[in-house]
């Protein structure tokens, strides 16, 4: 197997974001590099958050628990967020994997290249019919619906009384997430919530799902707004420096309303073209902090150019799937890890071909090489 490698090494430093992110890839994808011959450097505490210790990566002599700057100057780094404010610690010409979102981020993609940096986006590793490879769509509309019903029954004890009308779900975007958030929807974002609400004799959920030719209907919008109590914003927009619902439309929603941000594009005000929330003026969460009532302080971060005075409870986390970290990241892993072996055979990224096997396409399409003008905006952001 020593062959394979072909002296690649690889680097998997932590996170260090909000204390509510505890992601790291698990001992299961570091062991499987290691027994393909590879030196694997794992920073020291990997895990720790999900109740992993140190020893629990060393399989063999090949694992090596290092600091984070020693886990960053590896030939291949893996992270999973981007590593904002560390791009510098990766060596020229190394390559960093994580989810990029080149997309939406072309200042990011700009400074990676002047970096000499050979970049591969997880978010952007797509089959041949344009299927992202390494994602959680599932996680990220089940995670995102429970949220916003636990705000809607707090906001909304009419929730759980048998004498009220079905809840009224709108779910903007009939995509993977769309498609998720549907089925959560119906079952109130929690198989338990609903299950138990249903032996209590309460009518359920009307979800309405609709595309773009309707999201650009703004009559139809407005008469859609005022009849729902859940809105839903799953939507992959062509244009992301225009908002799909303006604030001042969202006192048209019911005052109990919830609004379920699953895209959570940033504020990007600056670039050229700027991209801003596909529902504007709402807050933007992490793992720390992902509902927000009308009267949060979370609305005093939107930026000031920003209207943001007709509000409704939101919310929104920029990392749905890290709710319940293990479950993440353990699909993660299994999704990487016939991508990283597929890196190991070729030798590193040089080595990959745009016409080669079915894991070369996909990393291929993932990397900066694929994507000589990297100016497009609007693709969903969920790590």
Known sequence: MDGLAQGLTFGFPTMHKEAGERRDFLPPLIHLLADLGCEVF??????????YRDEDYLSSSRVHVVDEDSAYRQDVVVV????????????????????????TRPTRVRHLKELGIDAVGLDTIEDDEGRRLVVNSKAVAWNGLEAAFEMLERRWPQLTSPARAPVRVTVMGAGDIGKHAVEA?????????????????????????????????????????????VLVDATQRHDASVPLIRNDWLRLLPPHAVICDLVVDPYLLDADPPTVRGIEGIPQGNLDRYTFDVDDPGWDLVPPQV?????????????????????????????????????????????????GSFHERALHRGSLRARPHPVAVGELVHT
């Open 80 to 103: 999973l967020r981007a590593p904002i404010g560390k791009f510098e610690k990766v060596r020229r010409g190394a390559t960093l994997i994580s989810m990029l979102h080149f997309p």
């Open 307 to 355: 209207p943001t005075g007709h509000r409704r409870a939101v919310a929104s986390c920029y990392s749905w799937p890290g709710v319940h970290p293990k479950r993440c990241m353990e699909l993660y892993g299994k999704q990487l890890a016939p991508l990283l072996e597929t890196l190991v055979q070729r030798g590193g990224l040089a080595g990959v071909r745009p016409d």
């Open 185 to 229: 929807a119906t079952k109130y974002g929690n198989a338990e919530r609903s299950d138990l609400l249903r032996r209590y004799g309460v009518p359920g959920v009307e979800v309405v799902t609709i595309g773009r030719n309707l999201t650009s209907d703004d009559a139809y919008l407005w008469r859609r707004l005022s009849a729902t109590d």
């Open 42 to 51: 794992v920073e020291s505490g990997i895990g720790s958050g999900m109740g």
